[in-house]
C-alpha cells in the first residue's frame, strides 16, 4: 500500500502490526510521506531507527543546532534504554559531541566524546574527537591519553600523531612535536590534525 502510494490504508495494515521497531518505522516512513516530520521523527526514535534520525540531523543541524542535538539526545535516551544496540549508542553520543561543538559547549562537547569512549574503547573516531577536546579545554594530561590510544588502536593514525604532536608543543617539547608532524605526514599529507599542527609550528 505505502509502495503504491495509498497512505490511508499503510497507516491502517501499520496500525495493525504488533508494537516493535518494525512497526514504528513504518508509521515513521508514513508520517514522513505526508510530511508530518515532527511525529514521522517521534517514530524513528522509537524505532531506534538511527539511520533516519542521524539523516535528518546532518541535513538539519546548521539551521537548528539545539533542536538537532535535543533530537539526537532523545535516540541516545533511546537506545540506552534498550541496551541492544551499543554501538549505534555510541555514535548517537559521538555526533552529540559534534553538535554541542556547534553550540559552543565544550565541556558538553567532551563529556559526550567520552561516553562514546566509554562505550567504544578501542574506536580511533571516538578517541581522536575526544582528544582534540580535551587539547581545546587545555586538559593536556586528558588529551595525551586520548591520543596515546588512539595510537594504540590504529599506528596507522595522521590525525593521532598529530595530536600528540600538539599536546608535546604545547608543554613546550617542540622536537616530540616535529617528530610527530613528521610520522603524520608520512602517513596522511591532508589529515585535518597535521594542519593544525603545522599552523601551531609555524
Given amino acids: 500500500a505505502f509502495t503504491s502510494g495509498d497512505l490511508e490504508a499503510a497507516h491502517a495494515y501499520a496500525l495493525r502490526l504488533p508494537a516493535s521497531g518494525r512497526r514504528e518505522d513504518d508509521l515513521g516512513r508514513i508520517a514522513l510521506a505526508r510530511g508530518q516530520t515532527k511525529?514521522?521523527?517521534?517514530?524513528?526514535?522509537a524505532a531506534q531507527?538511527?539511520?533516519a534520525v542521524d539523516a535528518y540531523v546532518i541535513q538539519t543541524w546548521k539551521?537548528?543546532?539545539?533542536?538537532?542535538?535535543?533530537?539526537e539526545r532523545d535516540l541516545k535516551d533511546q537506545l540506552s534504554a534498550s541496551g541492544t544496540h551499543p554501538d549505534a549508542l555510541a555514535l548517537a553520543y559521538w555526533r552529540m559531541g559534534t553538535l554541542a561543538i556547534a553550540l559552543h559547549r565544550p565541556r558538553l562537547s567532551l563529556n559526550d566524546f567520552e561516553q562514546a569512549v566509554h562505550i567504544s574503547p578501542l574506536s580511533e573516531r571516538f578517541l581522536i574527537w575526544a582528544g582534540f577536546e580535551a587539547y581545546d579545554l587545555h586538559?593536556?594530561?586528558?588529551?595525551?591519553?586520548?591520543?596515546?590510544?588512539?595510537?594504540?588502536?590504529?599506528?596507522?593514525?595522521a590525525d593521532a600523531y598529530a595530536g600528540a604532536g600538539l599536546v608535546a608543543l604545547a608543554r613546550g617539547d617542540r622536537a616530540t612535536a616535529f617528530?610527530?608532524?613528521?610520522?603524520?605526514?608520512?602517513?596522511?599529507?591532508?589529515?585535518m590534525g597535521l594542519h593544525t599542527l603545522q599552523e601551531a609550528l609555524r
Avoid at 63 to 71: F, I, K, T
Fill in 63 to 71: 539551521a537548528d543546532p539545539p533542536a538537532a542535538y535535543a533530537l
Fill in 139 to 157: 586538559r593536556l594530561d586528558t588529551a595525551a591519553g586520548y591520543f596515546d590510544r588512539a595510537v594504540a588502536a590504529d599506528p596507522t593514525s
Fill in 39 to 45: 511525529i514521522a521523527l517521534q517514530h524513528f526514535v
Fill in 49 to 51: 531507527d538511527s539511520a
Fill in 179 to 191: 617528530s610527530d608532524r613528521a610520522r603524520a605526514k608520512a602517513l596522511n599529507p591532508h589529515s
